[in-house]
């Protein structure tokens, strides 16, 4: 099975960026869609954003699309969020998951937690105002 590994959290002020990584461990990369997702405190984990095996194709939550963008390097095992025009409302754990599903992506699947088998421990980010 597959560990996924954060990092690149921090703070931040408003309107400013961040690069998240996620490192993978245990398993081949490309047969895995990968995910981000972010919760904050009191609040159900959200989707942000999902690409396909090969990153040919990627998925995004209205509220995020085009201020995040995600990225893969299968060869590097590596998973990349780039953080722009920064929230305080963006706020939140960042958490980046692995999925070992074979619907044709993009999916709603895909935009679910529970469509995500493995997680990793999550990097804080916070936007100051």
């Known amino acids: 099975q597959v560990q996924l590994v954060e990092s690149g959290g921090g703070l931040v002020q408003a309107g400013g960026s961040l690069r998240l990584s996620c490192a993978a461990s245990g398993g081949t990369l490309s047969n895995y869609v990968m995910g981000w997702f972010r919760q904050a405190p009191g609040k159900e984990r959200d989707f942000l954003a999902a690409i396909a095996w090969s990153g040919t194709r990627e998925s995004y939550a209205e509220s995020v699309k085009g201020r995040f963008t995600i990225a893969r390097d299968n060869a590097k095992n590596m998973v990349y969020l780039q953080l722009d025009k920064l929230k305080p409302e963006d706020t939140a754990v960042f958490y980046c998951?692995?999925?070992?599903?074979?619907?044709?992506?993009?999916?709603?699947?895909?935009?679910?937690?529970?469509?995500?088998?493995?997680w990793g421990q999550g990097t804080q980010v916070t936007v100051s105002s």
């Open positions: 998951a692995a999925s070992t599903g074979s619907v044709i992506f993009p999916s709603d699947t895909y935009h679910r937690a529970d469509g995500y088998d493995y």
